[in-house]
């Protein structure tokens, strides 16, 4: 299980680099709004370790989200992440066809991830388990679970273990990864460790609970012992 961290700049990226990734988003354009092309650029420059960008909650726009896509890889991000902000499973697949082949057209090495909200009935939004399946059928590389609302409340607050341990088994039988984020919090790291994701994405908990405040080295090691 690795540990992603999320800054939202380059200066506070210095503070997360021994996260195992580091993830480049916008806090204040949504739970994954797209940051700067230059603070992709910047903080790969100085993470010796895979970059992650998140390029933002998109409705149903998949000319928009395979450009953004491109983007984000060409400015240097590993994994370039996806939220399905928008219901209908044909219109998953279509735009998560659209974001891979845009990345996986020029950069197969790179890794793309779809993300749907655990909150997603509060939303309106597609469930990720069929979020999971268009991604698997696009050819994705990772099917992620977040919180679309950030009020607090924590994927837990809306799946429960055993439903996650579900899409996380689901996944890998379909050879997807998983991530699971969304206002997580250091208590909820061992019983992460049982479902087993191969990401656990975090912000607020190495903030010391508020994701608008800035990340803290010691809440960043406090993680990656707890989970290792």
Known sequence: ???LVSPSSIEEAR???????????????GSL??????????????AEKPVSAAIGDFDYKPGGAALAAYGAACAGADYIKVGLMFDGRDKAYELSKAVVKAVKDEFPEKTVVIAAYSDYERLGTISPFVAAEAAAD???DVAMIDTGR?????????????TLATFT????????????????KFEDLTTLKTIDPEIIGVRGMVCGGN?????????????LAMIR
Not at 33 to 46: L, M, T
Not at 170 to 179: D, E, F, H, W
């Open 33 to 46: 709004g797209a940051n700067f092309p230059w603070v992709i650029r910047g903080i790969k420059e100085i």
């Open 1 to 3: 299980m690795r540990l």
């Open 15 to 29: 503070s997360a680099l021994a996260a195992d990734i580091i993830d480049v988003k916008k806090p204040s354009e």
């Open 138 to 140: 696009a050819g994705a």
């Open 169 to 184: 088994e689901k996944n890998r039988q379909n050879g997807l990864g998983t991530a699971l984020a969304g206002s997580l």
């Open 150 to 162: 950030k009020d607090g409340r924590s994927t837990f607050s809306f799946m429960d273990a055993d």
């Open 211 to 223: 994701r608008n405040d800035a990340i803290r080295p010691e809440l960043v090691e406090k993680a």
